[in-house]
């Protein structure tokens, strides 16, 4: 059975101290008026299937006035938007994995997740880490369990390479032999940043931009011209 979301009388009576904040909200404001679910980011992912789970049991007009109003406010289908959140879930999950079990290990994330850490708008499609010397065994005996391919020289890349699967997020690691694209004079940029109050450690923005710019990625480069200048 279909579960409409709160009304706006109900939000005051069931938070009141954060009524006013839920009901200047484009989301919540809607959802209150029209009683149709709209797919958004909750604290959980518990919360987050249960609205997917409600959503879906709503008729076909609810779901169409919905998707019109996900589009409006997101530019994506209710579907796309759930998609991508829980997507990014896992990727956040995956992040605090990672750095847990390589306590004491000298590694860098970069790449797409980098640029996510450091609120650039972008969603990363897996995850990718440089380290140097030995930091690539010491790597894949600390995530043994997740491999997928063992430690191997990529020739293309010049480097040691090492793939794992965690949540279903693809990891790759790198170790830094002279790569083409990441010289070892770069992979001691590292700056330190905060997801979900846990320390992660990551390249600079500089280093990706001058590693982009080397690979030709344009996309890319205009992403982090346009967030350092902005």
């Known amino acids: 059975m279909y579960h409409r979301p709160y009304s706006s009388e109900e939000i005051k009576r069931h ?3 954060k009524a006013e904040l839920l009901l200047n909200d484009p989301i919540h404001k ?3 008026i029209t009683g149709i679910e709209l797919i958004h980011q909750e604290p959980t992912l518990d919360e987050q299937e249960r609205i997917w789970q409600n959503w879906n049991l709503m008729t076909s007009k609810q779901k169409q006035q919905s998707d019109r109003r996900s589009l ?28 847990r079990s390589l306590d004491k290990i000298n590694y860098i994330f970069i790449g797409s997740a980098n ?17 140097i010397g030995d930091g690539v065994k010491e790597i894949d005996s600390a995530l043994k369990q ?15 390479r090492s793939l794992y ?45 001058s590693a982009y710019t080397t690979m030709g990625r344009h996309d890319r480069v205009k992403l982090i011209e346009d967030f350092l200048t902005k």
């Open 15 to 17: 938070y009141p101290k």
């Open 30 to 32: 809607w959802r209150a």
């Open 72 to 99: 409006e406010l997101f530019g994506k289908t209710n579907a796309e938007h759930n998609q991508e959140i829980v997507h990014i879930n896992k990727i956040k999950e995956t992040l605090k994995l990672i750095v």
């Open 115 to 131: 640029l996510y850490i450091q609120e650039l708008k972008i969603t990363p499609r897996d995850i990718d880490i440089l380290t």
């Open 146 to 160: 997740y491999q997928t391919k063992e430690v191997y020289f990529d020739e293309n890349k010049n480097s040691f």
């Open 165 to 209: 699967s965690i949540n279903d997020i693809e990891l790759e690691v790198l170790a830094n032999g002279n790569n083409f694209y990441r010289p070892i004079n770069n992979s001691g940029g590292k700056v330190c940043l905060s997801l979900d109050g846990i320390s992660l450690p990551c390249a600079t923005l500089q280093s990706e931009l």
